[in-house]
């Protein structure tokens, strides 16, 4: 697909398309990163890091499992 590029203040922007941005897992105010490799631009989102409180937040009855049981030590556990 075919894109062009615009002025923007004074920069350039690139519209991407919808479905590309689907496929890509982007959206509006995802961070990207934008590299050049061998002569090609490159752009990727940034992995976000969670925080304990947001992995925490997440939890839910539902998918919350039972305890679990290691039974007895084994391997070099048992020494």
């Known amino acids: 697909m075919r894109?062009?590029?615009?002025?923007?203040?004074?920069?350039?922007?690139?519209?991407?398309?919808a479905g590309i941005a689907e496929?890509?897992?982007l959206s509006d105010g995802t961070e990207v990163d934008v590299a050049v490799d061998r002569g090609r631009l490159v752009v990727h989102a940034v992995p976000h890091e969670l925080?304990?409180?947001?992995?925490?937040?997440?939890i839910t009855r539902h998918n919350l499992h039972g305890e679990q049981d290691a039974d007895a030590a084994r391997g070099a556990e048992a020494w």
């Open 23 to 25: 496929d890509a897992h």
């Open 51 to 58: 925080s304990l409180e947001a992995l925490l937040a997440e």
């Open 3 to 17: 894109a062009t590029v615009r002025k923007w203040g004074n920069s350039l922007a690139l519209r991407i398309p």
